[in-house]
Every structure is written in structure tokens, then in C-alpha cells.
């Protein structure tokens, strides 16, 4: 891996640590429990569900194979409860399949850039430091920021800029980056950064943080294919989820807060027939939200951790059908918003939706 064991790229502290834990506590009680850390980044989390819960079984899964050969390092004192997999979050069946787990119990999934990929130079993460235009989670496989900065037509440039990064100067960005790259390639992520600074209005260059956080967001999803990841991975990872099961979500932008929150709700609603007395069978919800919209860090905790700052945090817990199976149940009866009736009518919210 090229890795020194003997001393740790990166620090780590790991995000709403307590807050993760009391809400996957019950979870991790059960009989059995197996935990999925379906980002296990430098292993902070991990290591103190295996610390705490001396039952639970661990399935850790990485992208990044110097982020899985420190964890390995790390956990390593736990033995046979540990189970590291290299391999990307939606890949959850395949991985389960191949450890011979019908389901899990707990679940982690802390977005974005782990604090090894942010705080090592040479991977390309930062705005801030000089470093070769890479952006990839998986030095392995796949294509870097030099070649989509460099090769992409500027119409898909635009695009992504504004997709991903809602950057609403993303046409002046990407002239200017085509301008430049009639030049000669952009290999560096200072060339970058400069030019993407050097393209928005002197106005607003002076709020909102460095002018390039939006840009090298973009690229960075662009390159691992985040989101369309993530919109593959929280349905495959609610389906795998045991009945009394808990899985907790943390993003850090809203464009994975708001593929969550959909994910979480379309499974918190009935689906039958919205006149029915019953609740027929297999249409009821699956999901229990444990948090009302989604939770912000608290002064405290971005006092400790700054890298907290942004982070959106969104729990639900499988829902335990007891009785016979496939019998109808009467729908609940609702006093409040909704008029009675046990789902939300077309254009209706639930309470605390909304917040981003």
C-alpha cells in the first residue's frame, strides 16, 4: 500500500461521535448485531462501537485502500469481529452476500471527504495546498480532475459546476479554465484555484469562503460519482436493514442532505390507498424517523471539531412488523395536520420537513 504504520497521514476526530452512538444504541443491543460503517475512513467510529459493544460484529467498507490499511492497522486488536472490505458504499449486497449475512443491524454512513483525503496534499482534495488534480476516493481505478478539467467539453464543465457545485459563475469559471488550457494542460490544483478566483466578481469573492470550495466540490463528485452512489446506496442499505434495525446518515452539502431526506421519507408513508380504514398489507411504512428534520451540530461540538461545521445528520429505524404476516392492520388515526388520514396528500408536508 506504501503506507508507514508507524505514523498516521491524517487526523481524525470523529464527527457527532456521541450523537451516532445513542442513536445506534438500541440496534447495537441486539442479539447478534452486526454494524455496517459503510465509510470507514480512518476507523474513529468504528473503533468505538467495538469498544463499547463487545457483541457486535463489525462489516467495514472503504473505497480508499489507505484509509483501509490504517483501519486494519488500527482495529486489528478486535480480530475476528472485524470484517474490511474494499469496496464502495452501494456495493453493500455483494459485500454481504460474499460474508454469508443475511442482514444488518447498525449502520454509519459519514459523507464526503474522510480527514486522510482532506489533510494529505498529494491527493488533491484541497483548495488550499498545491497538489497534482486528482480528487479520486480510489487511487486504483477510474479518471482524475486533470482529465475532466482538461478534456470535458465546456458545455459539460457548466454543467457540473452548476449541478454539483451550485456554483452560479460557472460559465465564467469554465471559460476561464478553457482560455487557460489552450495554453497548456492544468495539472495543479494551485493553477486551479487561482483561476477560479481570479474568473468571480472581486464582490463576491469576499463572503462565502474560498471561491474555489464550490468548484473542487463539483470536480470531486464528479470524479467518484457521489451522487448517483449515494442514490443507489441508502435503498440498498434501508433493504438490508433488520427489523428494530438503525442506520444513521451525515452530510456535509445539500445535495446529499436532500437525497437522504428523500430516501428516508418515501419509506416513513403509507403507500395504499389513501380512503382505507386498514392499512393493506405490504403498503405501510417500513421506517421510524428518529430525528425531526436533520439534526445540526451543536456550538459545543464545532468548538471541538470544526470539521463539523456543515454536517446534517439524519437517523430512521427499521420498523418491526409483529402478528400474522400479510394480515391488514388498521391505519392510525391522525388528530392533526393531515385531516385523518394515515399519509400525506399530494403537496402536504410532514412536520419538520423542509429543513435543510
Keep these: 500500500m506504501g503506507v508507514d504504520m508507524g505514523e498516521l497521514r491524517g487526523t481524525h476526530v470523529p464527527v457527532l461521535l456521541e450523537r451516532c452512538l445513542e442513536l445506534l444504541d438500541p440496534a447495537l443491543r441486539l442479539p447478534g448485531a452486526v454494524h455496517v460503517d459503510f465509510t470507514l475512513g480512518l476507523g474513529g467510529h468504528a473503533e468505538a462501537v467495538l469498544e463499547r459493544y463487545p457483541q457486535v460484529t463489525l462489516v ?4 480508499d485502500t489507505e484509509a483501509l490499511a490504517h483501519s486494519r492497522h488500527r482495529l486489528a486488536r478486535f480480530g475476528e469481529r472485524v470484517r474490511l472490505v474494499h469496496a ?19 449502520g454509519l454512513f459519514d459523507l464526503g471527504v474522510s480527514s486522510l483525503q482532506l489533510d494529505e496534499a498529494d491527493r488533491g482534495f484541497a483548495y488550499a495546498q498545491d497538489a497534482p488534480l486528482d480528487m479520486r ?23 457540473i459546476l452548476r449541478a454539483y ?12 479554465i478553457v482560455r487557460e488550457r489552450q495554453k497548456g494542460r492544468i495539472t495543479s490544483t494551485a493553477r486551479l484555484a487561482e483561476l477560479v478566483k481570479d474568473a468571480i466578481p472581486a464582490a463576491a469573492r469576499r463572503t462565502g469562503g474560498n471561491p474555489a470550495k464550490r468548484t473542487f466540490q463539483a470536480l470531486r463528485i464528479e470524479v467518484n460519482g457521489e451522487l448517483a452512489t449515494l442514490e443507489a446506496a441508502i435503498p440498498a442499505a434501508l433493504d438490508a436493514l433488520a427489523p428494530n434495525g438503525r442506520l444513521v446518515v451525515m452530510s456535509y452539502q445539500s445535495l446529499e442532505d436532500r437525497i437522504v431526506k428523500r430516501a428516508f421519507t418515501a419509506r416513513t408513508r403509507s403507500t395504499g390507498p389513501i380512503d382505507l380504514p ?15 428534520g436533520s439534526e445540526p451540530p451543536s456550538e459545543q461540538e464545532v468548538a471541538d471539531n470544526p470539521r463539523a461545521a456543515s454536517v446534517k445528520l439524519r437517523a430512521v429505524e427499521r420498523l418491526d412488523r409483529n402478528g400474522t404476516p400479510g394480515a391488514a392492520r388498521e391505519r392510525p388515526r391522525m388528530t392533526t395536520t393531515h385531516g385523518g388520514q394515515g399519509r400525506l396528500r399530494p403537496g402536504e408536508r410532514e412536520e419538520g420537513e423542509g429543513r435543510a
Design 60 to 63: 467495514g467498507l472503504d473505497r
Design 88 to 106: 464502495v458504499y452501494d456495493e453493500l449486497p455483494r459485500v454481504l452476500d460474499e460474508l454469508d449475512l443475511a442482514a444488518f443491524h447498525s
Design 137 to 159: 476516493m480510489d487511487q486504483t481505478s477510474g479518471f482524475t480532475a486533470e482529465q475532466v478539467v482538461n478534456e470535458y467539453e465546456p458545455g459539460d464543465l457548466v454543467r
Design 165 to 176: 457545485g451550485e456554483e452560479k459563475f460557472a460559465t465564467r469559471i469554465v471559460s476561464s
Design 278 to 292: 386498514v392499512e393493506l398489507p405490504g403498503t405501510g411504512p417500513t421506517l421510524r424517523l428518529l430525528t425531526r
